[in-house]
């Protein structure tokens, strides 16, 4: 059985957001929900900035903190290390947020892509509304971009009143497919793989570089890593003053 | 002119639950639970910070009751009739606020068929059920006059197990160290005890007042007994209370803990310091005023209102920070002010607890004594 994995490398990553953008189109991630997400923070002071960024998901933990609170085992573990979602287990009680140390799940506060359902025009006499759109698509059945293939593990739209998070596109690793935002990153910064082979890519970096996980120290064995940090240039030698 | 009033009462009761019912259908069925002042950062808000008022009043309340049965102090006796149903009707307002805060609550049934044992939350539930078994069936035992020791023993211990696991269910993530889990399965008994003491002399004297029951000599004697154990349970509270301001507010400088430091400056934190006890606390500290119905009132009151404010600033406390990728695009610490919807969740829980009492008080003779 694999044991998954994922490296990002951010001296590759550009901060382009096409992983976020990848996986909302694969998930039908509806809007105010973020699966794949982002850190970003400034350091220094103008005109000597530099801008960190930080992509994030769920980070799978092997002691997962959102598993072991769950009441219902609506937050559970495969055997290939992937913590998965059930929400026809979940009963909305939102203690996994609450437990996760990571901030990566999500609460569907209301009826998912509700926006296709808005009669109301986006410009008054110059556009057709949401709802028009929706139903000239896809004769209103669900979203005009919505993508069938999630729903051979989970529901293809979550309904209100359940979490939701990242499941390491479960559906696509099924088929062979390695997760959509890995396919997806033009900088190839998201490597994937199985941490149990000890030849694969992902072993390869993280013996090559020196990984790091967030927050390490509440021991949840997260299975993404970051390794290198993005390095701008050298700089010119120099001992500083006073 | 007693019965109008008493319609009155009724009618204003009904109309509570009718909000509570037009919540749960809007939260539920059609909105959904944007109608609450909650977000990715801020989960959990009023609904389970009443929960957490009123579960741990009915824990209390079932440490008042087992004082003459399971300590053998025979002089609470008269109290424990009222102070058994008054578990059970403080259970079910319990009950409507966590009804009214789960996103899916039919999915409950879960708990039986899909239990995860390391959960403190699965834990909980199955505690509050037994609890309730419990408490109804002590309830038949004293309503035909009979004294269970081992079912008064019994309740007792959940009662604990209950009060303290709420505790672990708090203080489980180590991401959140705000939410110390020694420290609140300490504090959640204590003042759920306090919250509990509060209540029986507020629901005595309210039943002495409007039932034009003057007090006995003995009745008298009583309740000025439970207000002295009223406020050395309030001395230890605000102990507790000043400890948790020190450590967490004052000397830690861990990240984790600045979303607390932050709610020292709320309102919600002075009032739980101020109204809830410093103030009941002088009022009960002076003979006098301790003496005075008017005075045990007023301080069981404040109490009331200050431990429901401190329960809101305790749950916040931990979540008002955003960190990690939901701190992106948002204020260092999210402010929270409960919505109509969220008031009304208080509102019609306090309904519930008082409709049923109502009629417990009318039908059940809840001054009568066990043999």
Not at chain 2, 114 to 137: E, H, T, V
Not at chain 2, 221 to 248: E, Q
């Amino acid at each position: 059985m694999p044991k998954y994995a994922m490296v990002i490398d951010l001296q590759r990553c550009v901060g382009c957001g096409a992983c976020s953008i990848a996986c909302r189109n694969e998930n039908n991630v509806p809007d105010g929900i973020y699966w794949s997400n982002k850190i970003t923070e400034t350091s220094g002071t103008f005109p000597n900035v530099r801008f960190h960024y930080l992509p994030t998901l769920c980070n799978h933990c092997s002691d997962a903190p959102c598993v072991t609170g769950c009441p219902t085992k609506a937050m559970y573990k495969l055997d290939n290390g992937i913590t998965m979602h059930d929400p026809k287990k979940c009963i909305g009680c939102r203690y996994c947020q609450y437990n996760c140390p990571y901030e990566v799940i999500y609460f569907n506060w209301q009826e998912p892509h509700k926006f296709w359902r808005d009669p109301k025009p986006v410009i008054e006499g110059g556009t057709s509304s949401p709802k028009e759109m929706a139903q000239k698509v896809n004769n209103g059945n669900a979203t005009p971009y919505s993508n069938p293939d999630r729903a051979k593990t989970l529901p293809e739209n979550r309904p209100k009143g359940v979490v939701e998070k990242c499941t390491f596109c479960d559906h696509r690793l099924k088929a062979g497919e390695i997760p959509f935002c890995v396919e997806a990153c033009p900088a190839d910064a998201r490597v994937f793989g199985d941490l149990d082979k000890p030849d694969s890519r992902v072993n390869w970096l993280l013996g090559k570089y020196k990984p790091y996980r967030l927050k390490e120290r509440l021991g949840t064995e997260p299975n993404v890593y970051y390794i290198r940090s993005f390095n701008p240039a050298h700089y010119q030698r120099t001992k500083g003053g006073i | 002119m007693k019965s109008i009033k008493v319609q009155l009462w009724y009618g204003l009761l009904g109309l509570g639950i009718l909000l509570g019912l037009l919540t749960a259908y809007r939260v539920l069925i059609s909105t959904g639970f944007v109608l609450y002042a909650k977000t990715d950062i801020l989960v959990w808000t009023m609904p389970i910070a009443a929960y957490v008022f009123f579960s741990l009043t009915s824990s209390g309340l079932a440490f008042v009751s087992s004082i003459p049965v399971v300590f053998g102090i025979k002089r609470y006796q008269p109290l424990e009739k009222r102070t058994a149903f008054l578990e059970i009707a403080v259970l079910f307002a319990a009950f409507t606020c966590l009804l009214l805060h789960l996103g899916s609550p039919w999915n409950v049934v879960y708990y039986l068929f899909s239990p995860n044992l390391a959960s403190p939350l699965w834990w909980l539930g199955m505690l509050y059920g037994i609890y309730l078994i419990l408490l109804l069936l002590s309830f038949r035992k004293i309503h035909k006059a009979q004294v269970s020791k081992g079912l008064g023993i019994f309740t007792f211990i959940i009662a604990i197990a209950t009060s303290t696991a709420l505790g672990w269910l708090f203080g489980l993530p180590d991401a959140r160290p705000a939410y110390n889990a020694n420290f609140l399965a300490m504090y959640f008994p204590l003042t759920g005890f306090g919250s509990a003491l509060a209540a029986v002399l507020l629901f005595s004297l309210a039943y002495h007042h409007f039932a034009k029951i003057p007090l006995s000599e003995g009745d008298r004697n009583l309740y000025d007994d439970l207000s002295k154990l009223f406020g050395v349970v309030m001395v230890f509270a605000l102990i507790f209370f000043i400890w948790r301001t020190i450590v967490g507010g004052a000397s830690a400088t861990a990240a984790e803990f600045a979303g607390f430091r932050h709610m020292l400056s709320s309102g919600w934190y002075h009032i739980a310091l101020w109204v809830g006890l410093v103030i009941p606390l002088a009022l009960i500290a002076m003979p006098a005023v301790r003496q005075a119905t008017w005075g045990k009132v007023t301080a069981a009151a404040l109490f009331l209102v200050g431990m429901f404010a401190g329960r809101l600033e305790m749950v916040l406390s931990g979540l008002v920070m955003p960190t990690g990728p939901k701190a992106e695009g948002q204020p260092t610490f999210a402010s929270y002010w409960p919505t109509i919807w969220e008031v009304f969740v208080f509102a019609s829980a306090l309904a519930v607890l008082l409709l049923v009492y109502t009629l417990g008080e009318r039908k059940l003779k809840l001054s009568d004594v066990p043999e």
